[in-house]
């Protein structure tokens, strides 16, 4: 099973709320990822949590926060959003991270919108 | 810095016209080279994964071969359902994306 589930499938937030999503992996990965992806353009890597560390892309601002309560779940942490932010948010997990290079395995996605 | 390039930036086909994408990519040390389908709204599909100039792999309708500065997706008499975006990815260090080849195959 290739699955990796991703809550809510849409979200509509005003700019002060707080909000969550969640995704969850059953294959045992040890690597999980999340991306921003906006209209027509590839995935940007936001975070990685690999063998229980966080990296972070630097040009990701301070109001997403992940968390990693366990090996199969990640979550992403939404607080005072702006207009921009608003894009299809995936989650993509993969067999191990490091030096061996896997490949990912991408939910369906998160589409977020900021109002 | 890594980079990925693929051409073209949008194809059209006919329903069983057979043609290939282009993935370019200038890496320091490629770890492996990855090909994704993407229909709208949706997540990436995983489809190959490439590790070393010479090798090949085939599902279906798509074979994906890899030199050493690219890779090329080939589709073999597509249909309708074969039209998606088409997205590469390299991996160095962090994985690196194309802007992606979208595909329509027109019945």
């Known amino acids: 099973d290739t699955e990796v589930t991703q809550t809510p499938k849409h979200l509509v937030m005003g700019m002060t709320n707080k909000k969550s999503l969640k995704c969850e992996q059953h294959?045992?990965?040890?690597?999980m990822y999340w991306y921003k992806q906006k209209a027509k353009k590839p995935p940007e890597l936001m975070f990685v949590?690999?063998?229980?560390?966080?990296?972070i892309n630097e040009s990701v601002p301070s109001r997403f926060s992940p968390e990693c309560p366990n090996s199969s779940l990640l979550n992403l942490h939404l607080h005072a959003l702006q207009p921009e932010d608003s894009a299809l948010y995936l989650c993509?997990?993969?067999?191990?991270?490091?030096?061996?290079?896997?490949?990912?395995?991408f939910g369906p996605g998160t589409r977020l919108t900021v109002t | 810095e890594d980079q990925v390039t693929q051409s073209p930036e949008a194809l059209r086909l006919q329903e069983g016209e057979s043609s290939s994408l282009n993935c370019s990519y200038t890496?320091?040390?490629?770890?492996?080279l990855f090909w994704y389908r993407q229909d709208p709204g949706k997540g990436p599909e995983f489809l190959f994964t490439?590790?070393?100039a010479g090798e090949e792999k085939e599902k279906e309708r798509l074979k994906a071969t890899l030199t050493k500065k690219e890779s090329f997706l080939h589709i073999t008499a597509p249909k309708p359902e074969d039209s998606a975006t088409y997205l590469c990815?390299?991996?160095?260090?962090?994985?690196?994306f194309g802007a992606g080849t979208t595909v329509t195959v027109r019945a």
């Open positions: 993509a997990s993969s067999p191990q991270g490091g030096a061996i290079s896997y490949e990912q395995y």
């Open positions: 294959m045992g990965h040890r690597a």
């Open positions: 990815a390299v991996q160095a260090g962090k994985l690196s």
């Open positions: 949590y690999s063998y229980e560390k966080l990296s």
């Open positions: 490439l590790y070393s």
């Open positions: 890496v320091s040390g490629l770890r492996g």
